[in-house]
């Protein structure tokens, strides 16, 4: 009897295929590529993951891509074949079909990317309207159903809203709403949850999984952090200054990198639950990026001094802001942003203060630093009530309690040397002469890892990572003793972060500094803490030891913010639905709404959790 001969299946060709893709700008008159020789495949329904700090050339990759970069000024060589077709070789009129019909991308920053003069529903129905033959009743139809699908909660009545109505979380579902209006075979994804927090990304993550499932689409994710490349990636490339370095599946890259830099980056990256049977703050390894190898990093000494009194205490401090609304702008409401807030904080000792955005944490260190008024509690630095102090004595507080903000561009004057931003809190605070405020900022930049002939540059010359060095520095020029670091690291590539936290670290070792760590990076947290207060809704709801918190979690919000933290492990990944889907409550009340004191129990020593 005769065998049959075995079927022969045809290979699915990829979606995407970037062959040799080499990018260019003029700069002083001269063509330098930025991008060289990027070659890689997307097939249908694939994940791939291109990796790499800021300024290895992710972005500009998927820029070339969309053919999005200004003509009179680059230059794209290669070919980028989308669904058969060398989009390269398109003219203008249609690749702007290309665009939306098939590809579409999400970017970094959806306040950015969204128009604030119209609204949400007027915005999506225009991608329809542009790509797809449809009245502007079924546009609205399908607008709401795009609206519906990306989990957008009572859609249709959302349709007429403004952006600035949105959350960061919402703003970034509507972009993909957006993007996906015309059935896109291609996502490009941006850094797409860079900026969120951590319950946040985990659901625009969910949201993109389950899309790409029931939709089909193909997924180019661009992204540093690797926690959220072992989350959603089948396959990843590694980007370093501009060349692809190394690519392969997932797996292979997180447990067999065989690039020094892949490993480096690999071994930046903080890892939940690595500090167990460890109760104090831990340096991140240093890595070589040339050969891969990195020192060991071991726990740092006990400086804090808990015998004596906090050099910082805070007692039922509140912090409320007035609604207004109405032809008159009667008073309506309250946001209730900081509620009868308590802790201490000793010399020497890491207080991190965790939670999603809008539940408080920046509103109580800027409320503690006098940035804005609270309206009742008592604010003591070394014993001395701040919130009853004058103008005068507020300026000689200042000296103890300095803060490091998020973004250290906005926090730097562009016209202004860093030297001279640096010296400036010394002379202005009369604390020495011209000459010894050189030698402060010489050594100054030396001590945040920077070279004292640094002092004559501007801030657009640096990084960001040395940017928030050089802003580490002022806050240092006033010799403090309490620093509010307020989400200091979060927009920082994973390498950045590290050396940041590092400096940080030792500044505390050998100046014993307080630091109040501001962040919502609960994997950076239990790295740097000696103790964690989560914030919800304006309150502290838990707090306690690190070890403690993490280990023993007992407030429901707490195990939500953990168990939403991307693991840097492609074989633990999570199954979809796992992350709630709930928006962080309003904490906006009526006009006579009374405030229940919450009332805490102590479940271990030290630890207290809200009943």
Excluded at 163 to 180: D, E, K, W, Y
């Amino acid at each position: 009897m005769a065998t049959l001969p075995a079927l022969q299946t045809e290979p699915v060709p990829p979606i995407l295929s970037v062959e040799n893709l080499t990018t260019s700008f003029i700069v002083d008159g001269e063509w330098r590529s930025v991008v060289r020789d990027m070659s890689f495949t997307v097939a249908p329904g694939e994940t791939v993951a291109i990796v790499g700090e800021s300024g290895s050339g992710k972005s500009v990759t998927s820029l070339s891509i969309m053919r999005l970069l200004p003509a009179d000024t680059s230059r794209i060589a290669g070919r980028v074949v989308l669904d058969g077709r060398d989009i390269l070789q398109l003219p203008e009129t249609t690749m702007r079909q290309v665009r939306g019909n098939d590809v579409a991308m999400i970017f970094q920053e959806p306040m950015t990317s969204l128009n604030p003069l119209f609204t949400i529903g007027d915005q999506i129905s225009e991608a329809l309207l542009c790509h797809a033959q449809m009245s502007k009743r079924d546009a609205r139809a399908e607008t709401i159903r795009l609206l519906e699908k990306v989990r957008i909660p009572s859609a249709a009545s959302r349709f007429d809203e403004y952006p600035h109505r949105f959350s960061g979380g919402m703003r970034q579902r509507v972009m993909i709403a957006m993007a996906l209006a015309s059935r896109p075979k291609l996502l490009i994804a941006d850094e797409p949850t860079t900026a969120l927090d951590v319950t946040i990304q985990g659901q625009i993550l969910d949201l993109i999984k389950t899309l790409q499932e029931e939709e089909g689409t193909s997924v180019l994710f661009i992204t540093h952090d690797m926690g959220v490349v072992a989350e959603i990636a089948d396959r990843t490339v590694v980007m370093y200054r501009g060349e692809q370095v190394e690519s392969g599946p997932t797996s292979d890259i997180f447990f067999r990198a065989r690039h020094p830099y892949t490993r480096a980056l690999l071994s930046a990256v903080p890892v939940l639950g690595s500090m167990g049977g460890r109760d104090r703050p831990m340096r991140f390894p240093v890595v070589d990026t040339a050969t891969g190898l990195s020192d060991t990093p071991v726990e740092t000494a006990d400086t804090v001094a808990l015998g004596k009194r906090p050099v910082l205490e805070v007692r039922n401090l509140t912090k409320h802001f007035d609604i207004h609304s109405g032809l008159f702008s009667r008073l309506s409401g309250r946001v209730h942003a900081v509620e009868n807030v308590s802790f201490d904080l000793h010399a020497g000792e890491t207080l991190s203060l965790v939670g999603e955005s809008g539940c408080g944490k920046s509103t109580t260190g800027r409320a503690i630093m006098r940035l804005i008024e609270p309206q009742a509690g008592s604010v003591l630095v070394d014993g001395t009530e701040i919130l009853t102090l004058d103008a005068s004595g507020m300026r000689e507080m200042r000296k103890t309690v300095q803060m490091i903000f998020q973004d250290p561009f906005a926090s730097l004057n562009p016209r202004m040397r860093i030297g001279a931003a640096i010296a400036e809190p010394y002379l202005e605070h009369e604390m020495g002469t011209a000459k010894q405020a050189r030698d402060l900022v010489a050594d100054l930049l030396v001590k945040v890892g920077l070279t004292a002939d640094m002092g004559s540059r501007y801030p657009h010359e640096f990084s960001g990572g040395q940017r928030q060095r050089i802003c580490i520095a002022r806050a240092l020029a006033l010799d403090p003793k309490v620093i509010v670091a307020d989400e200091s690291v979060s927009a920082l590539d994973v390498s950045i972060k590290a050396q940041v936290i590092n400096l940080l670290l030792d500044l505390q070792q050998s100046l014993n500094l307080a630091f109040l760590f501001i962040s919502h990076d609960m994997a950076v947290v239990e790295r740097v803490s000696h103790r964690v207060a989560v914030m919800y809704l304006g309150e502290i709801v838990e707090v306690g030891p690190r070890a403690a918190v993490f280990g023993n979690p007992q407030h429901a919000y707490t195990k939500k913010l953990i168990s939403a933290v991307p693991v840097p492990d492609p074989d633990r990944r999570r199954g979809k639905g796992l992350i709630s889907n709930e928006e962080i409550k309003s904490p906006i009340r009526p006009v006579d709404y009374k405030t229940v004191p919450i009332r805490y129990h102590e479940v271990s020593p030290g630890h207290f959790v809200a009943a």
